[in-house]
């Protein structure tokens, strides 16, 4: 079974930089479509980036294109979301989830989190001056 951890939250200013890291046990990622999300008090879990297994093909939502970037390395297993001129507006719990599916079309399922079936337990992200 695919486990996730995942690390590197945590407070920064607006401008700064952060690399969140979700480190995968059980299974290899490289068998899986792969996603972040996530979700503000209040509000609704919100895709973020999302890696194909068809094609590795990566799509990033318009609020976070140009300054995240999602990589993966495959012999840590391990993938990661770097986070560049981060505003306040990026606050969140950030998840890391995965599908096995070689078929998920990341267009779609990263706007419908349900279908991601494997999730990490999250990690915080908080922007304040």
């Known amino acids: 079974q695919l486990q996730f951890v995942e690390s590197g939250g945590g407070m920064v200013r607006p401008g700064e930089s952060l690399r969140l890291s979700c480190a995968a046990s059980?299974?290899?990622?490289?068998?899986?479509?792969i996603a972040w999300f996530r979700q503000a008090p209040g509000k609704e879990r919100e895709g973020v980036s999302c890696?194909?297994?068809?094609?590795?093909?990566?799509i990033y939502a318009d609020s976070v294109k140009g300054r995240f970037t999602f990589s993966r390395d495959n012999a840590k297993n391990t993938v990661y979301l770097q986070m560049d001129n981060l505003t306040p507006e990026d606050a969140a719990v950030y998840y890391c989830?995965?599908?096995?599916?070689?078929?998920?079309?990341?267009?779609?399922?990263?706007?419908?989190?349900?279908?991601?079936?494997?999730w990490g337990q999250g990690t915080q992200v908080t922007v304040s001056s």
């Open positions: 059980g299974r290899t990622l490289d068998n899986y479509a």
């Open positions: 989830a995965a599908d096995p599916r070689p078929l998920l079309d990341c267009t779609v399922a990263i706007r419908h989190f349900p279908l991601f079936g494997s």
């Open positions: 890696i194909s297994r068809r094609d590795e093909s990566t």
